[in-house]
């Protein structure tokens, strides 16, 4: 299994961004992916994840993230994307992706960094 | 939903065992037996070595154990190795959302 996130870089406060993520050699229309970042210094934090299609396709949030935050994903693609809107200097970190997150098959990436200067 | 709370620190020699606690609440740890542990070494992806609060996926030396007591996880590690020097998260199911932990860095002596 393979689990790459891209789409990071240094960007203005204010601004969006999406990141993308592609889960290979998975059957990913039936997985449940997430998106977990890591602030510099501090821990890991859950910001959301959305649900296969077959289960309705909706997303959860973290409460700090609701409303600025947009899981999505391109099945024929096996990629996940995570739109952040609004940036704040507080988002920065790195963003992983992963599945299976309370599982014993549990895939993650190496992350994407997300710089957030003012 | 508050971060599940973890010692910063923990420590032991070769050889050892040391124990982390992980305190949630009624909510999470204490209402589902969906607790994972990480291991995490900075810039590198996180690895799952215990789930469903004591289950060691294949692979993951049995040195690294699981338990669960009302709203509080532990992860004991018997027989330290210098490579079990890591960062260590655990995380809870909460309905619908999951949980981590602050955060423990164990250190080998």
């Known amino acids: 299994v393979q689990v790459v996130e891209s789409g990071g870089g240094s960007v203005k406060s204010g601004t969006s961004l999406t990141l993308s993520c592609e889960i290979s050699?998975?059957?990913?229309?039936?997985?449940?992916p997430s998106w977990v970042r890591q602030a510099p210094g501090k821990g890991l934090e859950w910001v959301g994840r959305?649900?296969?299609?077959?289960?309705?396709?909706?997303?959860d949030y973290a409460a700090p993230v609701k409303g600025r935050f947009t899981i999505s994903r391109d099945d024929s693609r096996s990629t996940l994307y995570l739109q952040i809107d609004s940036l704040k200097t507080e988002d920065t970190g790195v963003y992983y992706c992963?599945?299976?997150?309370?599982?014993?098959?549990?895939?993650w990436g190496q992350g994407t960094l997300v710089t957030v200067s003012s | 939903q508050s971060a599940l709370t973890q010692p910063p620190s923990a420590s032991g020699s070769p050889g050892q065992s040391v124990t982390i606690s992980c305190t949630g609440t009624?909510?999470?740890?204490?209402?589902?037996?969906?607790v994972s542990w990480y291991q995490h070494f900075p810039g590198k992806a996180p690895k799952v070595m215990i789930y469903?609060?004591?289950r060691r996926p294949s692979g993951v030396p049995d040195r690294f154990s699981g338990a669960k007591s009302g709203n509080t996880a532990s992860l004991t590690v018997s027989g330290l190795q210098p490579e079990d020097e890591a960062d260590y998260y655990c995380?809870?199911?909460?309905?619908?959302?999951?949980?981590f932990g602050t955060g423990t860095k164990v250190t080998v002596l």
């Open positions: 992963a599945t299976g997150i309370v599982t014993g098959t549990s895939y």
């Open positions: 050699r998975i059957n990913f229309s039936n997985a449940w």
């Open positions: 959305i649900k296969s299609w077959s289960e309705g396709g909706t997303t």
């Open positions: 009624s909510s999470d740890i204490g209402a589902y037996n969906y």
């Open positions: 469903e609060v004591s």
């Open positions: 995380c809870s199911y909460s309905g619908d959302s999951y949980v």
